[in-house]
């Protein structure tokens, strides 16, 4: 892997760290990328689905997600994960990933994982060819194209540092604070960096300076490179074997901090872990010396660090090795940014023409364009182009539920409050006022009951006894009038309905043999149409693809109930202009239908 990110490159984000997200954002916003570089966040602990988030002036929102596993399913393009848990969780949710797959780079920025798992986990890492970077770092970036979290500081210091685009160093260094420091050195006597890494603190970090230099060597982009190392450890040494084996042949301008040790009369424990040398070897002073030995740049002091990268950049320059970069058109972030107060996924109403979902309206709503109500609803409610067997089965329930005649709870009220003189609106209201668990909400019931039955195994007479210990009947099941002599002809027509054009239905396969069992007992307990549809639209939605946790949470926030409450709005109104195109009069109950036992009140 020559190049670590691209324009292309999108991350999951584990733990809801939104400022170092938001950052992320401004610089995607500020370098005109096409998409964010964050696909999905793993937030274990939130409530919502989703976070909102500023792109340039306007608002995204980002996909929450439970677990690792859930986010890399919905976002399997996301080959970046930034590790952002706790020195307590870091190491587990590494492996997980690890273990997962479809990760090329990991990030982890805690510090102080303990060292025996740092090297478990670094070991697993290498042999599944993932890059990891940390522990203990700030990350990384491509300029112009990616960059994780906090790396390189505000967009003001970002763009004074020429990291909003490719420059011509690659940059590896162990500090984080450092980095940005080196990259703003660079960017005052070169022209940028082309690739920057912070390969962690810790004693032992994932990716090592060999490994960076080696994939700078094959990216093109980077035409020298610079190495800061610090005393303690000897990862400095591979870097120059690679030199002298010539593996590594673009210029290396190079230091090791903490030369200053060698005036102390003891060992000197710095700020990393990893800083601080056992041996001579590990001092920065012998390293130093070393790699000068080698043929890499190295100054003769941190200080004259920039006359050492001014030197070697302008003599690449003077060899047409680097040519001048061209700067980039950029977007300003604004300064002042307001969040929206309501969200909309499903329609836009901006623009010469409204949108169902992000088509238009007129190629979904004339007959011409071979398009239903079925189609609508799939858009609207669910985003998503539901295939022709899925939306004409939709239509229909719709049709089947459209009215059941004028005794209905819904149809009744309706036709009261009509005969009352109020509005079209007000009277279907009074109707729809009345669906819920008695109403209407068998399908609910029987989509939610029959599902965990099937869910858990259970077989139809161990169905039977779960419902007879929850003290419910079993909804969808029983008919006032219908029974296995007397079948309900819309039944018969959704089964068969099923049976031609769903590709399996396991889950109607399950309810019946549950009837037969009901019908064993008494004929009428049949699966009605309430429970055909619910049962049914589980069918549906597995063929489709949603998985268990989706169609849960369809059930639960009252989707099947909306099919309900749709088709039974077109009957409700019905029956309400019925009222009005006959003129009929205030209806009041008739009292001899009322029974009356009306004692005398007890005195006080």
């Not at 609106?425 to 099937?454: C, M, N, Q, W």
């Amino acid at each position: 892997m020559a190049q670590l990110f691209t324009r292309d490159t999108q991350a999951i984000f584990w733990n809801n760290n939104i400022s170092a997200i938001q950052r992320m954002l401004d610089y995607d916003y500020t370098i005109k990328r096409e998409k964010p570089s964050i696909a999905a966040i793993v937030a274990p602990t939130a409530e919502s689905k989703f976070q909102k988030f500023f792109w340039g002036g306007d608002e995204i929102m980002i996909n929450l997600y439970k677990t690792t596993s859930e986010a890399k399913k919905a976002h399997p393009n996301a080959d970046v994960l930034l590790n952002f848990g706790s020195f307590r969780t870091a190491y587990d949710v590494t492996m997980e990933a690890l273990d997962m797959g479809g990760f090329t780079t990991i990030m982890i920025t805690a510090e102080g994982i303990p060292e025996r798992l740092a090297r478990k986990m670094n070991a697993v890492a290498r042999e599944k060819n993932v890059t990891v970077i940390g522990p203990a770092t700030v990350g990384a970036i491509s300029p112009g194209a990616f960059k994780i979290a906090n790396i390189g500081g505000t967009i003001e210091n970002i763009i004074n540092s020429k990291l909003h685009r490719a420059g011509s160093c690659g940059l590896v260094t162990r500090s984080g604070g450092l980095f940005n420091e080196l990259s703003n050195i660079i960017a005052i006597n070169a022209d940028g960096i082309a690739e920057g890494v912070a390969i962690g603190g810790d004693r032992f970090v994932g990716s090592v300076f060999i490994d960076n230099l080696l994939r700078m060597q094959d990216n093109p982009e980077v035409k020298y490179m610079l190495l800061l190392g610090e005393v303690g450890g000897t990862e400095e040494y591979k870097v120059i074997d690679a030199v002298k084996s010539g593996k590594i042949t673009k210029p290396i301008i190079a230091w090791c901090i903490g030369t200053i040790a060698k005036h102390y009369s003891s060992g000197v424990q710095f700020g990393h872990a990893g800083a601080s040398a056992n041996a001579d070897r590990e001092t920065a002073e012998a390293k130093n010396k070393a790699m000068s030995e080698a043929g890499i740049y190295v100054p003769s002091s941190f200080n004259d660090l920039p006359t050492k990268i001014s030197e070697v950049y302008n003599k690449l320059k003077a060899d047409g090795i680097i040519s001048e970069i061209p700067e980039p058109a950029m977007n300003t972030v604004p300064k002042t940014r307001r969040s929206k107060q309501f969200i909309c996924t499903i329609s836009d109403d901006r623009g010469d023409e409204a949108t169902y979902a992000g088509f238009p309206i007129s190629s979904v709503a004339t007959p011409d364009t071979g398009k239903g109500i079925g189609d609508v609803i799939s858009l609207l409610w669910f985003k998503k182009q539901y295939p022709k067997w899925a939306t004409q089965f939709i239509e229909t329930v719709i049709k089947t539920v459209a009215d059941h005649g004028p005794a209905v709870s819904g149809a009744h009220n309706a036709k009261v409050t009509a005969r009352a003189g109020k509005s079209v609106v007000e009277s279907l209201v009074t109707g729809l006022l009345t669906i819920g668990p008695r109403f209407g909400g068998a399908i609910d019931g029987a989509a939610e009951h029959f599902k965990y039955a099937d869910d858990n195994k259970l077989t139809p007479v161990e169905f039977l006894n779960h419902m007879k210990k929850l003290g419910i009947p079993i909804p969808g099941i029983g008919h006032r009038i219908k029974s296995l002599r007397n079948p309900d002809l819309r039944v018969v027509g959704l089964k068969k309905f099923a049976a031609e054009h769903f590709p399996s239905t396991p889950l109607l396969d399950y309810a019946l043999s549950v009837e037969q069992l009901t019908t064993s007992k008494k004929d009428n307990l049949i699966l009605n149409v309430d429970g055909t549809i619910g049962i049914l639209m589980v069918d549906m939605w597995r063929a489709l693809g949603y998985s268990e946790i989706e169609i849960d949470e369809f059930i639960s926030s009252g989707t099947l109930n909306a099919f309900f409450i749709a088709g039974r709005t077109i009957g409700f109104i019905g029956h309400v202009l019925d009222e009005k195109r006959l003129a009929m009069p205030m209806y009041r109950h008739p009292m001899d239908d009322i029974l009356y036992q009306v004692d005398m009140a007890e005195e006080i």
